[in-house]
């Protein structure tokens, strides 16, 4: 079946600092993938998303690339505010006719960002 | 921007009670999803309907939990009787296709005393 991995966390960065969280895959076909963020007590918003392979997701200085050969979809940020704080979750959807949008997560990463 | 709505925001009961989450999809998405989020478990997809029908509800305890969608604006999940072990966030999110991202609410924190 299908399963994500994302790198262990929690993640704790100064402000300015280079962010990466690691996101790999197992799918069989063409998933669609996603990065989802949650701000304390909210749902989660979707963040970027790639739907093919090379495509690069973009949104809020956040990028990440869908990599078929390496089955990853990292997220990466040049600069982090202290606002970027949350919780970050990669999933990816079934390409089948059949799962409708069906999406598996990742176990979620922390990220707190000081001033 | 189109949101989904969820109710109650939050809700306190007594072990045994029963309890019942609303949900309001994105009006024009034809397919609803329930998550459960605890920090042990993390995300966990309970059911899920397209065009209302149930798709797959094996995520969820059969013996105490239900979730129907009388309408098309309207899904409800139900816990009776609910326990301790319920406590968690319950989130709907709702979506069209595979290409498209899911839009959730902002969930019901249920606490079950």
């Known amino acids: 079946g299908n399963s994500v991995t994302q790198m262990e966390g929690p993640v704790t960065l100064s402000e300015e600092a280079f962010l990466t969280i690691n996101c790999t895959y197992t799918?069989?076909?063409?998933?669609?993938l996603f990065w989802y963020v949650q701000y304390p007590g909210e749902g989660l918003q979707l963040l970027l998303k790639a739907t093919k392979a090379d495509d690069k997701g973009s949104n809020k200085g956040f990028e990440a690339t869908y990599r078929k050969e390496t089955t990853s979809f990292h997220l990466e940020k040049g600069s982090v505010q202290v606002s970027d704080s949350a919780v970050y979750f990669c999933a990816l959807s079934d390409a089948g006719g059949t799962s409708y949008g069906k999406l598996t997560f990742g176990q979620g990463t922390i990220l707190t960002v000081h001033p | 921007d189109a949101r989904v709505t969820q109710t109650p925001r939050d809700k306190v009961t007594e072990m045994g009670q029963e309890v019942t989450m609303r949900c309001q999809p994105i009006l024009g998405h034809n397919t609803v999803f329930w998550y459960r989020q605890t920090m042990m478990q993390g995300l966990e997809l309970l059911a899920y309907f397209r065009n209302r029908a149930p798709l797959d509800d094996s995520g969820m305890p059969k013996d105490r939990f239900s979730a129907e969608m009388p309408d098309a604006t309207l899904a409800t999940l139900k816990i009776q009787p609910s326990e301790p072990r319920d406590s968690a966030v319950y989130f709907c999110?709702?979506?069209?296709?595979?290409?498209?991202?899911?839009?959730f609410g902002d969930g019901t924190r249920l606490s079950i005393l």
């Open positions: 999110a709702s979506g069209t296709n595979s290409n498209q991202p899911q839009h």
């Open positions: 799918a069989t076909g063409y998933p669609s």
